[in-house]
């Protein structure tokens, strides 16, 4: 029982934490309090997501015409490579972790391309 909450540790801190503040949130704990304290403690302030139709079709280009520039370019270019590196390095964490056999050079070729 001990290794469940050692590996998913993370995952029950967060349903626990998440699961206080919507039963907070639910019984109008915040009702009285500032407005600052209202906006930063409501998991939906200005009622967007209850607001929002369940079936919307989007429209093309509705910000206008497409654009590209190198730049940009660039900048994605540099984040594809570093979540490449950031997913190899996970790949062999979890695999050091779970103590798996090491893993051959052919499969961490697969996992980047």
């Known amino acids: 029982m001990r290794s469940i909450y050692n590996r998913f540790a993370l995952i029950i801190s967060t349903a626990i934490v998440w699961t206080y503040a919507q039963i907070l949130a639910s019984t109008g704990v915040y009702n009285h309090k500032s407005p600052q304290t209202q906006s ?55 695999a050091r972790y779970g103590s798996a056999t090491p893993i051959p050079p052919s499969i961490l070729n697969q996992s980047v391309s």
Request: proline fraction near 9%.
């Open 40 to 94: 930063s403690c409501r998991s939906n302030p200005a009622a967007l997501i209850s607001a929002a139709p369940w079936v919307y079709f989007p429209r093309p280009f509705l910000w206008g015409k497409p654009s590209f520039h190198l730049g940009e370019v660039v900048t994605m270019t540099a984040a594809s490579l570093v979540a490449f590196t950031k997913s190899t390095g996970t790949f062999l964490a979890v």
